[in-house]
T-cell receptor, first 109, second 115 residues
Framework: GQSLEQPSEVTAVEGAIVQINCTYQ??????LSWYQQHDGGAPTFLSY????GLEETGRFSSFLSRSDSYGYLLLQELQMKDSASYFC??????????FGSGTRLQVQP | DAGVTQSPTHLIKTRGQQVTLRCSPK?????VSWYQQALGQGPQFIFQ???????QRGNFPDRFSGHQFPNYSSELNVNALLLGDSALYLC??????????????FGPGTRLTVL
């Protein structure tokens, strides 16, 4: 089967750095994406790693290690508006995404 | 540039009824995927449509069916509704290309409540 594991909740303070880890077990793997979802909203695409290494987009960075079946999302200079759920999602074929259960990030002042 | 749009935003149905949800993909996108998201869970892949055909399907019963139109918009139909079908239904669009995976962009979703 396909499974992605990520922590259910993370709490951090404004201005801090937080890392959300994701480990996956999939049959077939094309890459790892990260999505942000505010309550009642749509998942918003943050990043995609097809190859090992670090991808940086502004305050957000994402890392992938295929050999360890592991990735993480790094959020720097946390802001209150970053409070949301974050999902890792694996491309288990070119077409379908398999999502983790999500990590609820709470940013405190 | 319009993103992915979905209608309606909310819907209430009773058990046994049928429902149709609609999706218009982002401009320039030709592929539409549908996902079901239960409360507190990650989205689950239902199926994907490309060139008006279903080209991949997740682990959902035949009560879930879809259609894609020549303008790339899509419908999701669910027959014989069950209480467990209550969820947020998300549509995602992408531009299909050779090689690699296609980044998917999501619409705001339709919240379906089955009573």
């Amino acid at each position: 089967g396909q499974s992605l594991e990520q922590p259910s909740e993370v709490t951090a303070v404004e201005g801090a750095i937080v890392q959300i880890n994701c480990t996956y077990q999939t049959s077939g793997f094309y890459g790892l994406s990260w999505y942000q979802q505010h309550d009642g909203g749509a998942p918003t695409f943050l990043s995609y790693n097809a190859l090992d290494g670090l991808e940086e987009t502004g305050r957000f960075s994402s890392f992938l290690s295929r050999s360890d079946s592991y990735g993480y999302l790094l959020l720097q200079e946390l802001q209150m508006k970053d409070s949301a759920s974050y999902f890792c999602a694996a491309y288990t074929g070119r077409r379908a995404l398999t999502f983790g259960s999500g990590t609820r990030l709470q940013v405190q002042p | 540039d319009a993103g992915v749009t979905q209608s309606p935003t909310h819907l209430i149905k009773t058990r046994g009824q049928q429902v149709t949800l609609r999706c218009s993909p982002k401009s320039g996108h030709d592929t539409v995927s549908w996902y079901q998201q239960a409360l507190g869970q990650g989205p689950q892949f239902i199926f994907q449509y490309y060139e008006e055909e279903e080209r991949q399907r997740g682990n959902f019963p035949d009560r879930f069916s879809g259609h894609q139109f020549p303008n790339y918009s899509s419908e999701l139909n669910v027959n014989a509704l069950l209480l467990g079908d209550s969820a947020l239904y998300l549509c995602a669009s992408t531009r299909s290309r050779a090689g690699g995976a296609d980044t998917q962009y999501f619409g705001p979703g339709t919240r379906l409540t089955v009573l």
